[in-house]
């Protein structure tokens, strides 16, 4: 396009003359043409962006809108998978465990480790970061927890390949057999005391039966204590481990030594009447890590099921003690 030619009329010289712009005005009609073009472009690039749906962008937005659902699909899975693991670990600790005599597994070993990574960072400038974030927060719990259960079901293998050995040491069989038994004195839990006259708490059995009758070692084990103890009379104690120990009072005579190693079944003392004792029986207790435990809950060897329900009636039925 030619460049436009202006004139001025000079009233002296009565003709016209060119006008010739500046410098100035030249370069300002420069930038303003320019900036003209430039957004008259911006807008015919938006305008075609959002009216015209290219090949590639709608390919990239579909590849977007894929990714997305794929997350969010993800998300959906870990909290499935969370959900299970959660489950597992309620029955490690609650069932598995238990049943063991193991302690629960600690949220400080189940869940340590899960302090936020550097390599996550990146995802900070993501403009789905906060679902991206979400979901790899997810994995690396599920990640632990797996990792965890992975160790406490070994633990569980170590303890269930000593099963054989605690059974050995739990006590599980009554403390004389059944023909020497006369009568069960008296239970475990309150009963009237027969020297004061009150009601207290009697932390074992009483099995009423003449003096002599052999006494046996309800578990293996090792003799801890066996000697005279206060009102027990004469004593054994036996220390069996995983924190069971037996006591056998108000013996006649005791047949074992302190330090001594006995198996279930051997006989370690004579039913008597010494100590605080009202008459000739055997005062016998259960106690783990020191409680005393309800000693008609171990008997379930050697005794048939007619007379382990009938073991139960007498100890129910037993209303003073001997001791």
């Given at each position: 396009m030619a460049r436009k030619t202006f004139y001025r009329y000079n009233p002296?010289?009565?003709?016209?003359?060119?006008?010739?712009?500046?410098?100035?005005?030249?370069?300002?009609?420069?930038?303003?043409?320019?900036?003209?073009?430039?957004?008259v472009?911006?807008?015919?690039?938006?305008g075609a962006y959002y009216l015209i749906d290219f090949p590639r962008e709608r390919k990239l937005r579909d590849e977007n809108q894929r990714l997305r659902a794929s997350v969010e699909l993800l998300d959906h899975?870990?909290?499935?998978?969370?959900?299970?693991?959660?489950?597992?670990?309620?029955?490690?600790n609650n069932f598995y465990r238990v049943?063991?005599?193991?302690?629960?597994?600690?949220?400080?070993?189940?869940?340590?480790?899960?302090?936020?990574?550097?390599?996550?960072?990146?995802?900070?400038?993501?403009?789905?970061?906060?679902?991206?974030?979400?979901v790899t927060?997810?994995?690396?719990?599920?990640?632990?927890?797996?990792?965890a259960q992975s160790k406490s079901f070994d633990e569980l293998m170590q303890q269930a390949g000593s099963l054989k050995d605690r059974a050995e040491h739990i006590p599980s069989i009554p403390p004389l057999s059944e023909k020497h038994l006369k009568q069960m004195a008296s239970g475990y839990g309150y009963r009237r005391d027969p020297v004061y006259g009150t009601s207290r708490f009697h932390e074992g059995m009483d099995f009423a039966a003449d003096t002599g009758t052999p006494v046996y070692a309800t578990a293996d084990g090792t003799v801890d204590w066996a000697d005279w103890k206060s009102?027990?009379?004469?004593?054994?104690?036996?220390?069996?481990?995983?924190?069971?120990?037996?006591?056998y009072a108000h013996l006649s005579k005791i047949l074992v030594s302190k330090g001594q190693t006995v198996k279930r079944g051997d006989q370690i003392g004579l039913v008597g009447s010494t100590g605080k004792s009202t008459g000739s029986h055997l005062h016998y207790e259960v106690r783990l890590s020191?409680?005393?435990q309800n000693p008609v809950n171990y008997y379930f060897y050697d005794l048939t099921p007619e007379e382990y329900d009938e073991m139960i009636r007498m100890a129910e039925n037993a209303g003073h003690v001997m001791d």
């Open positions: 002296v010289t009565d003709s016209y003359e060119r006008v010739y712009p500046s410098a100035r005005q030249r370069l300002w009609s420069v930038l303003r043409q320019t900036i003209i073009g430039v957004a472009g911006l807008g015919v690039a938006i899975r870990s909290d499935r998978a969370i959900n299970v693991m959660e489950d597992i670990m309620a029955r490690d049943m063991l005599q193991t302690d629960p597994l600690p949220a400080s070993r189940r869940f340590a480790g899960l302090e936020r990574q550097r390599i996550y960072a990146e995802f900070d400038t993501m403009p789905d970061y906060g679902l991206v974030g979400i927060g997810k994995l690396d719990l599920l990640d632990r927890m797996l990792y009102a027990y009379g004469n004593l054994i104690e036996i220390r069996h481990g995983y924190n069971y120990t037996t006591r020191g409680e005393p």
